[in-house]
């Protein structure tokens, strides 16, 4: 097995914190009075698992690098992890071999001008491509139209580059524009969970985490529990300075670009015959003025300033 895995914390604190929430009646053992610990001892997962109590104490201990598929599978069993726990253990195993070992700093991946093309064709649907580290490397007009907020943030890149982890714990106003704040950072630092258990290594994604650690203590809290999110779908309500409330159906797709880097396709729309519909269509209308004027002033025509949408609140 790996002796010094570079994510050997993360292995430890998450199979300790899945162990913990289990109850023995839960799973089926005898229960005592005398127990010191609500959640299960690491005998009794070695029991469920089908393995020694000192081979999961290793285990537990970071030591995973070696760990077969099926050993995997029975511990995830024994621990009762969710699709998406169940994967982010297997990715802490693959990147702990030393096979896997990466280059501390990832290069950013070329954005193809097809996706962008792809983007620009969705213009009723505010869509952008997210990276692993929650950066927003493409957006369409109506993805800049819809978060505006973000985008005029003074938590963007140097190269005026959104991140939405930065601007949901880092940026006051990210606390009135998402109307479900609490929900919306408990998922963002479950999907930067997730990420760190397929790049370890990343220099970039780890001095992200650091620096909302250090800055956020809503980050850290939710980052202690050690929630993992491959994927978030559902309904995201927004509180737009424009247009006003907006209820939208979002929608996150995976975006093959290169190697292991991982990249979504994130789709919000709203619902047919709806106010936010009403209201998506008004920025939308705003969003293609304003794209169309800053296409003409690039080419050196004059046109009339756009001014912004309003709705009723």
């Known amino acids: 097995m790996d002796q010094q895995p570079a994510n050997r914390g993360e292995i ?3 199979l300790v914190s899945r162990r913990a929430r289990i109850t023995p009646a839960q799973a089926g053992l005898p229960t005592s009075s005398r127990r010191r610990v609500a959640g299960l001892r690491r005998e009794e997962v070695a029991v469920l698992a089908g393995v020694s109590t000192d081979w999961y104490t290793r285990l537990e201990k970071g030591h995973i690098g070696g760990v077969s598929e099926d050993v995997l599978a029975a511990v995830a069993r024994a621990l009762r992890l969710d699709d998406d726990e169940r994967t982010y253990l297997f990715d802490l195993a693959r990147s702990s071999r030393p096979a896997s070992r990466t280059p501390s700093r990832r290069r950013d991946v070329e954005i193809p001008a097809r996706v962008q093309w792809l983007l620009d064709s969705m213009t009723m649907s505010s869509a952008f491509v997210r990276n692993g580290r929650a950066d927003l490397v493409a957006s369409n007009p109506l993805a800049r139209a819809l978060f505006a907020p973000m985008f005029d943030s003074a938590t963007v890149d140097r ?4 991140n939405l982890a930065r601007y949901i714990f880092l940026d006051l106003g990210a606390r009135d524009f998402f109307v479900d704040w609490d929900a919306a950072g408990m998922a963002t630092a479950a999907l930067l969970r997730a990420e760190v258990g397929r790049e370890p290594r990343d220099r970039a994604l780890r001095e992200l985490v650091g620096e909302l650690s250090t800055l956020s203590p809503e980050f850290r809290g939710h980052w202690a529990t050690h929630d993992v999110l491959m994927r978030h779908d559902g309904i995201k309500r927004l509180q737009h300075p424009e247009v006003g409330r907006l209820e ?3 929608q996150s797709l995976d975006l093959p670009l290169s ?5 979504d396709l994130v789709v919000y729309t709203a619902e047919p015959g709806s106010a936010s519909e009403d209201r998506l269509k008004l920025l ?8 169309r004027a800053v296409r003409d002033a690039s080419e050196g025509v004059a046109s009339d300033g756009a001014s912004s949408p309003s709705a009723d609140q």
Do not use: E
Request: a positive charge; charged letters at 20%; zero cysteines.
């Open 248 to 250: 939208l159906i979002f």
């Open 159 to 162: 190269r005026g580059r959104p």
């Open 284 to 291: 939308a209308s705003w969003a293609a003025t304003q794209s």
């Open 259 to 263: 190697g292991r880097a991982v990249h």
């Open 12 to 14: 430890r604190d998450f």
